[in-house]
């Protein structure tokens, strides 16, 4: 996206917003509550339209973009956007049924532990379970670019080793992952690039060595974002 524009009312959500992800890598977007994390994957993925600027996902606006290209890419939103009636595997097969060459159903529910819950309607389940089944729901087409917002969120520490290890794998097959995450540990670990937003702008962008310096990604971060908070 380049120099992308939002406002609701008032407000501005997103400033001359300006960043990319790259195939084959994962980008972590970090920033504060409010910062317009949320805001700038919803644009990427067609669910809102930008005020102003360019956004081009595999070369297409995601706004005006088709149900082929949908089909390239896989989102995982803070909600889940799940249909509650249903249970997490019916769903899961059913989705596969979309695509020609679909991730392995059996194998995602077993990494993930949604074979522990696979009986649970969808409304029943727990905010970590939902945020799993979201996941495999985001992955199982095998897309070329991955929108996952917070996918660890909620999860316990087995689990989020689990997700780390599938995100770095989608990312290693090709895709361009990209990954909002309020933990700098998650960033540390899987990130090729970060980005971080701060009031509707990036205030550093590069790989996690760049933007942290010698004094490592939390301290940057937190010097970053003071920064602009002063400056407002």
């Known amino acids: 996206m380049d120099q992308v524009t939002r406002r609701f009312g008032a407000a501005e959500a997103l400033r001359g917003l300006s960043w990319g992800a790259d195939a084959g890598e994962v980008t972590c977007v970090l920033g504060p509550n409010g910062a317009g994390k949320t805001t700038s994957v919803e644009i990427a993925t067609g669910l809102q339209r930008p005020d102003g600027g360019t956004v081009r996902v595999l070369g297409t606006d995601p706004w005006r973009a088709g149900a082929d290209h949908r089909a390239r890419v896989g989102v995982m939103l803070q909600d889940g956007g799940l249909p509650q009636s249903v249970r997490p595997v019916a769903l899961l097969r059913h989705l596969s049924r979309f695509w020609d060459r679909p991730a392995d159903v059996d194998g995602l529910v077993a990494r993930l532990g949604i074979d522990e ?11 970590g379970q939902r945020q799993r089944v979201a996941l495999a729901a985001a992955l199982v087409g095998r897309p070329q670019v991955a929108f996952l917002d917070e996918p660890t969120a909620g999860l316990d520490p087995h689990s989020r080793r689990e997700v780390h290890g599938i995100v770095r794998e989608t990312a290693d097959s090709g ?17 090729d690039r970060v980005v971080v937003i701060v009031r509707g702008r990036v205030a550093a962008a590069g790989t996690v060595a760049e933007v942290a310096g010698t004094g490592g990604l939390e301290e940057t971060y937190f010097a970053l974002t003071d920064r602009q908070e002063a400056d407002r």
């Open 175 to 191: 895709a361009a992952t990209v990954v909002t995450t309020h933990s700098f540990e998650e960033a540390e670990r899987l990130a």
């Open 117 to 127: 819950f696979a009986g649970t309607t969808i409304r029943r389940l727990s905010g």
